[in-house]
């Protein structure tokens, strides 16, 4: 089977983005005395716009 050029680094690429973005969603705290409600607001905002991104990159940047 033949892939197409920079199909495996584009997946690999798309994956390791979504675990950041896990990760930050992972970190949204519903009562942190040291993370407030706004940060909460903005990790999965981040979160959100990382899960985009690697949509986008793994379909060829359309």
């Keep these: 089977m033949i892939l197409p050029k920079g199909w495996v680094s584009r997946k690999l690429?798309?994956?390791?983005?979504?675990?950041?973005?896990?990760?930050?969603?992972g970190?949204?705290?519903a009562r942190?005395?040291?993370?407030?409600?706004?940060?909460?607001?903005?990790?999965?905002?981040?979160a959100e716009q990382l899960?985009?991104?690697a949509d986008q990159i793994s379909r060829q940047y359309p």
């Design 51 to 53: 899960e985009a991104i």
């Design 13 to 25: 690429e798309a994956e390791l983005i979504r675990i950041a973005a896990r990760i930050l969603m």
């Design 27 to 29: 970190r949204n705290v």
């Design 32 to 46: 942190s005395p040291v993370v407030s409600r706004r940060d909460n607001n903005d990790m999965y905002y981040m």
